[in-house]
């Protein structure tokens, strides 16, 4: 016992030896509006702090005179020359000022991004993406583990995950996708506006107790707050946006507002389907902030949008198969489709932040949407194989007919559903190395759904009541006119209402032992669902260390389970039927990565490289077709994902950044009593690669490219209204190459004598070309019948074909 206690006081006495030969440096790091900043890299030889929401850190310097660097990117970077004595405690505050410079370098990370399980995007990366989904989510596409394969939509899919189980969040605000919508052409725009934002975000897997109850991923998006009177126009082919923002004189108050009206008439134009198309999504969304002491700040935020999607269409023609059997579906249809998805919310916040070491904020929220989906369409094809002789003169062209069809698609769909929350959420930071998080929510769901629909289809599918004394061996059978059967009806209707309780606490600490650097965050969040009365606890812990050691490394790991309460798209069937029963569907995520700064060709560069698993029970199965889901609930089954992530980042062109991404991964599933044994879930892709190059001309830096390069591998698939097990082919991977050029006329880094352009602060001109390479990929498969050999034929729906998009950016 004597030499445990001696060895312990040699210990300490140590520490404190080693302590006084160092000196403490400290202070706080702030805006030019006196806001505190977080996540600014403060560090001096290989000792390195990341300062939180605070802004404070404080950093020990070795006696002697030593230089402190302040960085964050965004901000122009400040280097101190500080002369240290031993056993010295001094104070030096910091004010970072913003760099407005445009054509600087474009990086995807920062340096707290390194101890964290996120990655950040800041509104510059934004600001020159290219291709028809551009802003976050068209960078989000380019990243590790992520999936997006539809250019007409939003959404995406994370490690093996749909698209119901990714987390958005905007200013601390949960955003849903629609319930209805069917294909990325309903769908329109997202709900996040690009010219808003100031930073993103993201994580793929593991990541903290805060953060809600979905199984994949979660994008966390702030919007900024105005520092003072700024307009951006962006107008294109494809639609405008105009946003304004500004603060009063005292800079108490400020306002952020955008209005975005998006036409998505030049894509639909591209498809096979000749239609008139009468697409119109706008929303308009503001953002207001005041001041009213400084400790107490008042915030609104609402928006109101309306995607509208009326088409009428008229003809279809598809080329499909192979070079020995090449065929052509032709087409023609009558009557047209209504589609109207209205969405309006509202939150107000409190918040209040006595010092800073504690931060307290009050937000309650409404979120509204009334979406309706009126469809009345016949159809009528014809199914021809094509000349394939290349010496005849009617080579490409219908040889003879192997069968004809018709379908009929009626549909009287309505869904209001209003969520309600209020929530408050805390923080407490107990002292410089140790921070608390906390925060209790609970929400109300009032939906209202009716659902009635009926197709008729006379191909895969249709059933003709056979009675075989009535034909002979090699006799084309007698159709009865009494056996006609719909392909499918669905008739129900729903008052569905259910309370949510959510709560959480975490923990993150932060410390330095003999120049490595930790960080450890660990918490736990719970929620009770009032519909099937089940509680779910789900501890997370994630783990970071920076070693002092000649080569920049850092290293991290998490895990955690993640549980995903269903919500009312999980609960309902095919048929419409609401299974209120089910339990939470359950992932636990392991998750090991590290990363690696380094210098190449006398520039920076970063390598990433992540590995993960997933085990998954209580699973609901799914079918995907274009971009709706439709749930099994009546069955369960388990699963897992596995999988490895790359990515490099780095000036592959002097001054700016381009990245590379590479996912390698399988998800499967094991459904209950179908004996069928682990089998593909449809977003079971395998691979995907992901490419955003930048560059410029090296004599004159305004002549800008961006390239946006994608390749997924195939989707499972298999016949409509069979089981899960029968998705036995694959479709083609998906690839995509987006181009655009960008003349820049004027950015705040110089003086234009042109008096025209003397009012702007930046404006450039661009000319994009979408699917430069004419690649046809495929979001779904129509199926049809050959009636002389009873085959099936899974028919292509293409996606769009090479376009060109005119493009223009102001800000004044």
Known sequence: MLMKFQITLYLALFSLLSFSQKAILEGIVTDQTNKPIDGVTVSSSSIIFITGPDGKYTIELSPGRQSVTFYLYGYITQIKSISASEKTKSTLDITLIEDVTVLGPIDLTDESERFDEVINIGEKEIEFSTGPNQGVEGLIRTLPGVVGTNEFSSQYNVRGGN??????????????????????????????????????????????????????????????????????????????????????????????????????????????????????????????????????????????????????????????????????????????????????SSAFSVKWEPNSDNQLEWITSAFQTKEQELVDVAGYYRLGELNNNLGSDDFGEVQFLRGV????????????????????????????????????????????????????????????????????????PVIPTDGLELFASYDSKYYFKANR???????????????????????????????????????????????????????????????????????????????????????????????????????????????????????????????????????????????????????????????????????????????????????????????????????????????????????????????PSERIYRSSPYRRVDIGFIKVFKDPSKENKSGLLKPFETFWIGLEVFNLLGTRNTVSYLWVRDASTQGQYAVPNYLTGRLLNLKLYMKI
Request: charged share 25%; no cysteine.
């Open 405 to 476: 069809g018709g379908f009929q698609t009626n549909a009287r769909n309505f869904l209001d559903a209003i969520i309600v929350s209020t929530r408050i959420r805390g923080l407490y930071r107990q002292s410089e190395r140790s921070t608390w998080l906390y925060g209790i929510k609970f929400q109300h769901e009032d939906i209202i759904d009716r659902y009635k629909e009926w197709e008729l289809i006379d191909s895969a599918g249709y059933s003709v009541t056979h009675n075989p004394s009535q034909t002979d061996p090699g006799v084309s």
């Open 163 to 344: 698209f119901d189980e990714n987390l958005v969040y905007v200013n601390g605000i949960e955003v849903y996708r629609p319930f209805l919508v069917r294909s990325g052409q309903q769908e329109g725009q997202s709900f996040i506006n690009p010219d808003m934002v100031k930073n993103v975000r993201f994580s793929a897997g593991g990541f903290e107790a805060k953060y809600g109850d979905k199984m994949s991923s979660v994008l966390d998006i702030d919007y900024r707050r105005p520092k003072d009177f700024q307009a951006i126009i962006q107008a294109s082919l494809l639609g405008i946006s105009l946003t304004a923002e500004g603060v009063s004189k005292d800079r108490r108050f400020t306002a952020l507002g955008g209005f975005r009206y998006k036409t998505n008439q030049i894509l639909l134009g591209s498809l096979d389907t000749k239609a008139d198309f009468r697409p119109s999504f706008t929303d308009f969304q503001l953002l207001l902030d005041y001041e009213l002491t400084d400790e107490i700040t008042l915030g609104f935020f609402g928006t109101i949008g309306s995607n509208k999607y009326n088409v009428q269409p008229q003809s279809r023609q598809t080329d499909f198969g192979t070079f020995n059997e090449a065929l052509r579906l032709n087409v023609f249809f009558e009557g047209q489709e209504n589609y109207n998805y209205t969405t309006n």
């Open 501 to 723: 309780l959510m709560g959480y606490i975490e923990n993150i600490q932060s410390w330095n032992n003999k120049g490595t650097q930790y960080k450890l965050k660990a918490g736990v969040r719970a929620q009770y669902y009032s519909v099937n009365g089940q509680t779910t606890v789900s501890p997370r812990a994630s783990f970071s260390a920076q070693p002092d050691w000649k080569k920049n490394w850092v290293f991290r790991g998490a895990v955690g389970y993640y549980h995903q309460p269903p919500f009312y798209r999980e609960m309902r069937n095919w048929e419409g039927e609401l299974f209120t029963n089910i339990k939470a569907q359950q992932s636990i995520h392991f998750v090991a990565g590290a990363d690696r700064e380094f210098t190449m060709w006398n520039r920076p560069f970063k390598w990433v490289t992540e590995v993960y698993y997933k085990s998954m029970s209580n699973l609901v199965p799914y079918e995907i077709e274009n971009v709706r889901i439709r749930y099994f609930p009546e069955r369960s089954a388990r699963g897992y994902a596995a999988g490895v992530d790359f990515r490099v980042n780095g000036e592959f062109v002097k001054g700016i950044d381009s990245w590379g991404s590479v996912s390698i991964f399988t998800v499967k599933e094991d459904i209950e009593g179908d004996d069928a044994g682990y089998i593909p879930r449809p977003t079971d892709n395998r691979f995907s690669f992901s490419m955003y190059f930048q560059d410029y001309m090296p004599n004159d830096p305004s002549f800008r490219l961006s390239l946006a390069f994608t390749v997924v591998g195939g989707f499972p698939f298999g016949p409509p209204k069979t089981e």
